[in-house]
């Protein structure tokens, strides 16, 4: 049963609060009453109410004053209050009682049309306001549901997931048969795309959970990106496609690890979804004296619609198979929480550019990502 909805009624003449629960005797609204300020700052401490119906002449404590008081008060300042007076129009008076809070003003005798209209409305309103509060509430419990359930399930595939690349790498090099050898090193590259979903869907659940902690140290961008380049693409390939160039200081306090993460995804794309065999041209810019600047460049433009939404999560970026679009929402968070930021672009060129900024001084030692709203 759904709890009925209270209205505050203060009024230090009984006849007059008698008349109100008359008036809203056959609306769905609960009156709660008081005969003081003191008694309704009393009845407030215990009740949630939807209105407050003030009368502006009372001893002691009058309605602006005990209007001042609820406004000062975190649990009732947001309570709408309407002043019941038996005065005439008094602009003095009347941009008083505005300014101490009330939303509108009701002349005694009051008609009982416009007393049951008026409450209506703002009945109304707190119950939209409360049913918005709980469906938020069911929202945040499923997200929170959703991010453990994918916690959990990556942590609990990776254990199969390591059995299935052990076997894949005996078979290997017991097998003498070249299509087994073939087919091995296929499993063993569906793993490594599969563990990399995993990563990232445990990296996802992290920064929704409540972040995660970056482990910053003095370290070298230039020498991050050439371990990144050799990790991609090894010295032996035959034609080299990812340029490293340099120039300025490029020392920084950053997270190694993350930072490698968000240069191998941002390489890894360039190889991946730029023109065929072009080059990817890497440039680190360590003259400024607080930032680091990157930029990786590979021919081919991204449309502008997918660009609006290339950081968002679970958004295929330049292509829409190979992942779960979460990479490039990583990176940026990850870029992020060091303080800087990750953008992209389309140049004059018919290129592709992301531009990665690094303070060489985080906001905090051990900066934590949060959920971008």
């Given at each position: 049963m759904t709890a009925a909805i209270k209205i505050l009624a203060v009024d230090d003449v009984p006849q007059n609060l008698a008349a109100i629960e008359a008036v809203l005797a056959g609306t769905p609204v609960q009156v709660v009453r008081a005969a003081s300020g003191n008694e309704a700052l009393e009845r407030l401490l215990v009740e949630e109410v939807a209105l407050a119906l003030i009368d502006v002449r009372m001893p002691h404590m009058d309605g602006f004053e005990l209007a001042e008081l609820m406004r000062g008060t975190a649990k009732t300042r947001d309570i709408?209050?309407?002043?019941?007076?038996?005065?005439r129009d008094d602009p003095t008076r009347t941009f008083r009682g505005y300014e101490a809070g009330a939303v509108d003003f009701l002349h005694k005798p009051v008609a009982p049309q416009i007393l049951k209209s008026k409450v209506d409305v703002f009945v109304q309103l707190y119950s939209q306001r409360r049913q918005l509060s709980a469906r938020l509430e069911e929202i945040r419990n499923a997200l929170r549901m959703n991010e453990m359930f994918a916690a959990v399930l990556s942590h609990d595939l990776r254990n199969p997931l390591n059995a299935i690349a052990v076997s894949a790498e005996v078979i290997k090099r017991v097998s003498t048969d070249a299509n087994v050898t073939v087919t091995s090193e296929r499993i063993q590259t569906s793993v490594k795309r599969m563990a990399k979903m995993i990563e990232q869907l445990l990296d996802v659940a992290r920064i929704r959970a409540g972040g995660i902690t970056l482990e910053t140290k003095p370290g070298d961008v230039a020498h991050i990106a050439h371990a990144i380049r050799d990790e991609l693409e090894p010295a032996s390939t035959d034609v080299r496609r990812?340029?490293?160039?340099?120039?300025?200081?490029?020392?920084?306090?950053?997270?190694?690890?993350?930072?490698?993460?968000?240069?191998?995804?941002?390489?890894?794309?360039?190889?991946?979804h730029g023109a065929d065999g072009s080059p990817v041209a890497v440039s680190i810019d360590g003259s400024g004296a607080d930032l680091v600047r990157v930029s990786i460049t590979n021919r081919g433009a991204i449309a502008d619609e997918k660009l609006a939404t290339l950081f968002e999560p679970f958004t295929p970026g330049r292509s829409a198979?190979?992942?779960?679009?979460?990479?490039?929402?990583i990176a940026r968070q990850f870029a992020l929480a060091h303080g800087g930021n990750l953008i992209a672009c389309a140049t004059a060129a018919d290129e592709t550019m992301f531009e990665l900024t690094i303070p060489r001084q985080p906001p905090q030692a051990n900066a934590a990502i949060?959920?971008?709203g």
């Open positions: 709408p209050i309407i002043f019941m007076t038996a005065e990812i340029t490293v160039t340099e120039q300025g200081d490029t020392t920084a306090k950053v997270d190694p690890d993350r930072l490698s993460q968000v240069f191998s995804n941002l390489v890894g794309n360039a190889l991946q198979s190979g992942g779960l679009g979460l990479g490039l929402y949060k959920l971008e």
